[in-house]
């Protein structure tokens, strides 16, 4: 575990490289532009199977799963609101003060900062603003509860697609941008580059898995506790399995999966903290290449071991 945590603090440096960031954002925003152009378009269509679905879930289990999916959306729009009053308000002094190889390790800090500081709120007044959610889904025809649950779960399920499509276009890259890592810190070591085609292989399937799951597993969103574990699970096998065999194409001439379950708890928990960054806004942009560099360099250190 000594390994995972040195791969794991290395990971958070290696992020806020200029190289890493650019990788992050730009695919980032491209492909979050891509999902929220389709989903503006098939939003009818999709708001139609999420409609399907709440059809076969008790009124009393969408009403109060619904307000606590309302709550964590209004989390997420006032992380962003205080993000973007803050950039508002003081942009022209952050512009001054911060050079513009910081700027964007500014950015996410200034976002984390507002995530977190949202979550000592909620944490405080949570339950609190869940009731006032509930009583307002409690006056509203039940047509307008479905409605509005049905809105959210479209949500979800563009989000995860956004999700889904960073980490395969991270899995795609990884190559380059491991080499670039590997020219900083491992200059006596050469990135293997022989398993590329095996390694997109592996990534399809899992993704192709996960997304089959999710939608298995949709009606457990309003299973309250069983909702949070199911996604955080789902996320974190997607991310373990495909980022795993990535960094091991990476590092080894021939992968043995055997050896590699042997790490399995390391592994795990470096899945753990990269699922992490999909609850933060912006930040979750960069949780595959955190993964991808936290990964190869945990496996990195094992192998010279």
Known sequence: MKNAMKAIVFGFGEILNWNTMLYALISGFLITALWVGIGFYFWDSIVSISSRILELVPFSMVRSNGAWMLSTFLWLQVVLLTFALIFAFFGNIILRSVSKEKYTSFSLIVAGASAVGWAIVWYFKGNYIYHQFLKLLTWLPFETIEKGVAFLIGFYLVYNAIIVTLLFVASIFSEPLIVSVEERHFKEDKVVRDHQFRSIGYTIRDSLIFLLVSLIALPLLFVPVLNIIVMI????????????????????????????????????????VTA??????????????????????YLKSVQKQ
Do not use: C, Q, R
Request: no cysteine; proline share 3%.
């Open 276 to 297: 992490l960054f999909n609850f933060i806004p912006v930040l979750n942009l960069f949780g595959p290449y955190f993964g991808e560099i936290t990964m190869f360099h």
């Open 233 to 272: 699970a789902l996320w974190i096998w997607l991310i373990k399995d495909t980022l795993t065999y990535d960094a091991a194409v990476l590092n080894y001439e021939n992968v043995d999966k055997e050896e590699l379950k042997g790490h399995k708890g390391a592994l795990w928990f470096i899945s753990l």
